[in-house]
């Protein structure tokens, strides 16, 4: 006979698995629900971690999510590779942010002072110093910055890497679809299937499409740039994310549209901004033209926590262009709620009753603690963050 699972997943990207994988560590029965892991958002996202460069007028409570998560990514970033015993494409070298012309800097100025206001980490340069940086940056750059601590990972070996770890703590994934909760028997539910989230739980997430070129460089050398730069240019806002394979990718559009078609006139703005900011891309190959659709939310922020009205159910949706550098908060905060039944501070601003008109919010999460052992209790220093 079967054992029922304490916890069951629907939806195999990065979220979903690292709550598989944390939920087994923690000697839990876990199942991840998924016909095909990792196809979602996570194969067309770029994995910046950049809460500095995507902190956001208006969004300060969601920064502050994004330091959080991004504090836990180093020790995250090495448990997951001494687990795997491989790597997954984490790097460090911090990101440097643009601007083309005048306008655009005046632009980016802007939000440097919003970001530095909140305390952030990031530096105005110099065009000479930009250019020592990454001597790759076009000669017209008119100005910039660097924010040290925004970093990158590549999404697609971090699926890889991730489902092998939850697996090898003792995880079980069954290649199915999941039509509606009531399909699934455990003793918790995660949802972690992004945009599918709507239909399965009723909650406003909507699809957010972006479209995304793969560059490679000649002779299979690495990028001439090793920073990730983001920048404006002639007013178009794009980003160029360099990997070790010799590979740059390219984004990202941000359309209200629920379609993967990859249009010439995405394809033609991405190029004429990243080639604005670095001309040797002009000689690379256009190896990919992707489009995916990212899971949206009416605040831009994700939706965590329990489902009002339905015991046993939680969300871990809705995160928007955030999804890869909020996986390591996300699976810690959801796995001590399974855990303890008690939900960490951090997630108070992000809980479905925001959006479900339940004026005293969700409460203790009644039926969520599992059976079995608990083990240690997270360690890292961001655990209490507020």
């Known amino acids: 006979m079967l054992t029922r699972p304490d916890v069951a997943v629907v939806g195999a990207g990065p979220v979903g698995l690292a709550i598989a994988w944390r939920c087994a560590q923690r000697g839990l029965r876990v199942v991840v629900h998924d016909p095909a892991p990792g196809s979602g958002a996570s194969h067309v996202a770029a994995g910046m971690l950049s809460p500095v460069a995507e902190a956001y007028f208006g969004e300060h409570v969601l920064t502050g999510l994004l330091a959080a998560s991004a504090a836990r990514w180093p020790a995250f970033a090495a448990e997951l590779a001494e687990a795997v015993g491989t790597g997954f494409g984490y790097r460090t070298e911090g990101t440097i942010v643009v ?28 065009p000479s110093e930009l250019r020592d940086r990454e001597p790759a940056l076009a000669l017209r750059v008119r100005g910039g910055a660097v924010a040290p601590g925004d970093h990158q990972v590549d999404p697609r070996r971090l699926v890889g890497a991730l ?27 995660v949802v972690a299937a992004g945009c599918g989230a709507a239909a399965l739980t009723g909650l406003p997430v909507r699809p957010v499409k972006g479209q995304v070129l793969r560059l490679r460089a ?24 360099p990997r070790g394979s010799g590979e740059v990718v390219v984004g990202a559009t941000v359309e209200e549209r629920g379609d993967t078609a990859v249009t010439a006139g995405a394809v033609l703005r991405l190029l004429r901004a990243a080639v604005g900011l670095v001309p040797e891309l002009a000689e690379y190959d256009l190896a990919e033209a992707s489009a995916g659709l990212r899971p949206g939310t009416p605040d831009n922020a994700p939706i965590l926590g329990p489902l009002p009205g339905q015991p046993g159910v939680l969300a871990a949706t809705g995160h928007h262009r955030h999804g890869i550098v909020l996986t390591p908060v996300t699976a810690d905060l959801i796995t001590e709620l399974i855990v303890t039944g008690e939900g960490n501070p951090l997630l108070t601003p ?24 608990a083990g240690p209790e997270p360690t890292s220093e961001e655990d209490r963050w507020n």
């Open 99 to 126: 601007g083309l012309t005048g306008d655009d800097l005046a632009e980016a100025r802007r939000l440097w002072s919003y970001q530095q206001g909140l305390g952030l980490p990031i530096t105005p340069l110099r």
């Open 163 to 189: 489902r092998a770890a939850a697996e090898k703590a003792g995880a079980t994934l069954v290649p199915d679809a999941v039509g509606a909760l009531s399909d699934v028997d455990a003793g918790v539910t």
């Open 218 to 241: 000649p002779g299979g050398d690495p990028p001439g740039f090793r920073h990730v730069i983001r920048g404006y240019a002639d007013g178009e806002s794009v980003y160029l994310v």
């Open 350 to 373: 992000f809980t479905p009753d925001r959006f479900t008109g339940d004026p005293h919010g969700p409460g203790p999460f009644a039926g969520a603690r599992t059976p079995g052992p």
